[in-house]
């Protein structure tokens, strides 16, 4: 067993529980790297076409990982007709890397609610102003449309847009990946099993 705060990774000193070394990793990469929330998210539309755009992480924890988002953007219309994603954080400073794969489900109305009323007004209104995804004629259009909510919102607070909440990734396959020196890196997979999670030492 390797000693506490190695950064080898082994079957032997890896918990049983893939979210403990996620939550473990998350920690150390929020005080290590700039942006440790960032993450790829990678979906697959209904012709079988990937695509992959940089999200935040807002909540992890046994449920699933879920980002924030616009339901009528191309990555929505993607996991509408193909609910499963693809998640990857890359902590540079750390040399780590996590891969999720899971089906993907909208959060609860009440969750994207409770998230929404905690961003910055100008956020809130960002999700009404901008119709992700869809061309426009310049960036005037968008201040101009920001400016029409903000006026239609003003001295009051501002509700969730109908098509703006989370969709949460339930993790079947977490991998986790340690640069080495030598090019012999780490790398620990815990599967979703029905028994719970098993994991094994894939070559790098
Ligand atoms: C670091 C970073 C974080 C981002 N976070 C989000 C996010 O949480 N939600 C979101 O909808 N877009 C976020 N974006 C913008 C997306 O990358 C993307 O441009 C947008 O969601 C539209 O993607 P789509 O057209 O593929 O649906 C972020 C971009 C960067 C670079």
């Known amino acids: 067993m390797s000693e506490p705060g190695s950064p080898m990774l082994d079957i032997?000193?890896?918990p049983s529980n893939p979210l403990?070394?996620?939550h473990r990793w998350h920690q150390e990469a929020l005080?290590?790297?700039h942006e440790a929330n960032a993450m790829t998210v990678a979906a697959v539309d209904a012709q079988g076409r990937p695509s992959a755009r940089q999200v935040l992480l807002k909540q992890a924890d046994e449920q699933g990982f879920v980002f924030y988002t616009n339901y009528k953007s191309a990555k929505a219309i993607a996991l509408e007709t193909n609910p499963w994603a693809s998640l990857l954080f890359w902590w540079d400073k750390l040399e780590r890397q996590v891969r999720i794969e899971g089906s993907v489900e909208k959060v609860s109305a009440a969750e994207s609610d409770a998230y929404f009323a905690s961003r910055p007004r100008a956020s809130q209104i960002g999700a009404w102003a901008s119709s992700q995804s869809q061309p426009i004629s310049s960036r005037a259009e968008l201040e101009a449309r920001f400016e029409e909510y903000e006026r239609q919102f003003s001295g009051q607070p501002v509700p969730r847009?109908?098509?703006w909440g989370g969709y949460r990734v339930k993790p079947e396959r977490i991998e986790f990946w340690q640069g080495l020196p030598g090019r012999l890196?780490?790398?620990i997979i815990y599967l979703c099993t029905s028994e719970g999670w098993s994991k094994?030492?894939?070559a790098p």
Do not use: G, K, W
Request: charge should be neutral; aromatic fraction near 6%.
């Open 12 to 14: 032997s000193n890896t």
């Open 20 to 22: 403990e070394l996620f």
């Open 31 to 33: 005080t290590a790297v």
């Open 161 to 163: 847009p109908p098509h």
């Open 185 to 187: 890196h780490d790398r």
């Open 200 to 202: 094994q030492r894939l």
